[in-house]
C-alpha cells in the first residue's frame, strides 16, 4: 500500500471540512447583512462572533 492511498482519506476530509466552512462563511455573511438591513445589532454581533470562529478554522486548515 502507497502512501497515497493513506494521504488520500485525510486529504479528503480535509477538502470536506473547508468546503462546510466556506458555505458557513457565505451563510453567515448573508444573514450578517441582513441583521445590518433590520439594525439588529445583537444578532449582528452574534454572527460576526461565530464567523470569526469559522474563519479562524479555515485558516487552521489552510489548505
Not at 3 to 16: H, W
Amino acid at each position: 500500500m502507497g502512501n497515497d492511498q493513506i494521504a488520500s482519506p485525510s486529504l479528503d476530509i480535509r477538502k470536506t471540512k473547508f468546503t462546510m466552512l466556506k458555505d458557513q462563511q457565505c451563510s453567515l455573511n448573508m444573514q450578517i447583512r441582513l441583521a445590518m438591513q433590520l439594525h439588529d445589532m445583537q444578532t449582528q454581533a452574534d454572527l460576526e462572533k461565530r464567523l470569526k470562529e469559522v474563519l479562524e478554522q479555515l485558516n487552521h486548515i489552510g489548505l
